[in-house]
């Protein structure tokens, strides 16, 4: 049983960070692609960054470019989110996913569609 259990969330002010974590459970990390995807109420699930099987590969949406960044320790099956300077628009529940994969390209699980496991989620606030 594959689980994913994400931690890091919580309450800060506009231009503060966050550093989201992601461990996993149940297989190793390192044949998954891993993505950070967000939902706030009235949108539709966006795929925030993801990062490829070896870790060189990265994707971001154009919404977190140059305030976020992800990366894997497989020795260690987690996965993380680094967020800075938070905007009250990045307020939403994030939820770490996984698709498995020997695909080095981080865009390899960047939509919802592809992804094979999800985590429980994580609540961001953001207050300006």
């Given at each position: 049983?594959?689980?994913?259990?994400?931690s890091g969330g919580g309450s800060v002010q506009a231009g503060g960070s966050l550093r989201?974590?992601?461990?996993?459970?149940?297989?190793?990390?390192?044949?998954?692609?891993?993505?950070?995807?967000?939902?706030?109420?009235?949108?539709?699930?966006?795929?925030?960054?993801?990062?490829?099987?070896?870790?060189?590969?990265?994707?971001?949406?154009?919404?977190?470019?140059?305030?976020?960044?992800?990366?894997?320790?497989?020795?260690?099956?987690?996965?993380?989110?680094?967020?800075?300077?938070?905007?009250?628009?990045?307020?939403?529940?994030?939820?770490?996913?996984?698709?498995?994969?020997?695909?080095?390209?981080?865009?390899?699980?960047?939509?919802?569609?592809?992804?094979?496991?999800?985590?429980?989620?994580?609540?961001?606030?953001?207050?300006?």
């Amino acid at each position: 049983q594959v689980q994913l259990v994400e931690s890091g969330g919580g309450s800060v002010q506009a231009g503060g960070s966050l550093r989201l974590s992601c461990v996993v459970s149940g297989r190793r990390t390192s044949t998954y692609c891993m993505a950070w995807f967000r939902l706030a109420p009235g949108k539709e699930r966006e795929g925030v960054a993801a990062i490829g099987v070896g870790g060189g590969s990265t994707y971001y949406a154009d919404s977190v470019k140059g305030r976020s960044t992800i990366t894997r320790d497989d020795a260690e099956h987690t996965l993380y989110l680094q967020m800075d300077n938070l905007k009250p628009e990045d307020a939403a529940t994030y939820y770490c996913a996984a698709r498995i994969s020997r695909s080095a390209l981080g865009s390899y699980c960047s939509e919802p569609f592809y992804i094979d496991y999800w985590g429980q989620g994580t609540q961001v606030t953001v207050s300006s």
